[in-house]
Nanobody, 119 residues
């Protein structure tokens, strides 16, 4: 079963930036559709951004223009570059294997990485 390890979270001031990493093993990583999701306290987990094996991407309206998803297949890693962070971006961020048609997560959840945006 594919497992992911998220890293790169932390405490950042509003307007700051972070880059999250999502690493996994597997020889067919380049074929995977991967999504970044987040869950804030009291909220449901939501899709933030996704990327297919071919490099097509989607981004949630709430982060469009501020967050960018990318992948490095040689390193089996997907990144989420987050700029102009806002307090409402505070959440635990997870990555997961996703269904290509609608980015419904279909794998196991990892520990996630905490992002806190606060002054």
């Amino acid at each position: 079963q594919v497992q992911f390890v998220e890293s790169g979270g932390g405490l950042v001031q509003p307007g700051g930036s972070l880059r999250l990493s999502c690493a996994t093993s597997g020889s067919i990583f380049s074929l995977y559709t991967i999504g970044w999701y987040r869950q804030a306290p009291g909220n449901q987990r939501e899709l933030v951004a996704g990327i297919t094996g071919g490099g097509n991407t989607i981004t949630a309206e709430s982060v469009k223009g501020r967050f960018t998803i990318s992948r490095d297949n040689a390193l089996n890693t997907v990144y989420l570059q987050m700029n102009s962070l806002k307090p409402e971006d505070t959440a635990v961020y997870y990555c997961n294997l996703a269904r290509r048609s609608d980015y419904v997560p279909i794998g196991s959840w990892g520990q996630g990485t905490q992002v806190t945006v606060s002054s």
